[in-house]
Structures are given as structure tokens and as C-alpha cells.
């Protein structure tokens, strides 16, 4: 049986988990409920796969694999930590528009 895909990057502070498309996405959220950069080191950044369970980078690395979102490229254990630009590439609108 296949573990269950990623799908979005998630932040937790506590026991609330905030999503988003990226992490600054969940950052943002965050910072709306007035959580300051001051409380950024007990947040721990991860991701949600489709049966709503919270993954660490590391833990998350090795789903990806598992479930072919990405190609284990055989990095060296301290670099197997996934960032959301692995799994869902850069859109043109996550770029700031110029004026």
C-alpha cells in the first residue's frame, strides 16, 4: 500500500498547524493571529499529506520519495529535509510583480 501523497506545507506552533502552498503562506496566516517572529522557534515547519497527519522536513523527505513525488538523488542524511519548491515548483505568481 502507498503512503499518503503530500499536499501543501504546513507550520506548527503547539498543537495548531497552519497550511499554505509554501511556508511563507503559513507564515502569513500566522502572523494574522498576531504569533511574532519572537515565538519562530518552537514553530515547526512540515507538511500535511492527504490523511491530515503532520510531517517534519526529514519525515517528510522520505514520504516524497515513497510516493514518487521526488527522486532520491542519494544527498547525505543532514541534507534530506524538503522544501515545498521540491514537490510544487515556482508559479509565475510567486514572484513579485515588478511595477
Request: with cysteine; charged share 35%.
Amino acid at each position: 500500500m502507498t503512503p499518503s501523497k503530500l499536499i501543501s506545507s504546513a507550520c506548527k506552533l503547539n498543537d495548531k498547524i497552519y497550511t499554505g502552498f509554501r511556508h511563507s503562506d503559513c507564515f502569513k496566516k500566522m502572523f494574522a493571529e498576531g504569533i511574532v517572529l519572537a515565538d519562530k522557534p518552537f514553530i515547526v515547519q512540515g507538511f500535511m499529506d492527504e490523511d491530515g497527519n503532520f510531517l517534519t522536513r526529514k519525515e517528510a523527505f522520505e514520504r516524497a520519495v515513497l510516493c514518487g513525488q521526488i527522486k532520491d538523488k542519494g544527498e547525505a542524511p543532514e541534507n534530506r529535509i524538503l522544501i515545498s519548491e521540491d514537490v510544487w515548483p515556482l508559479r509565475p505568481e510567486d514572484f513579485p510583480k515588478r511595477k
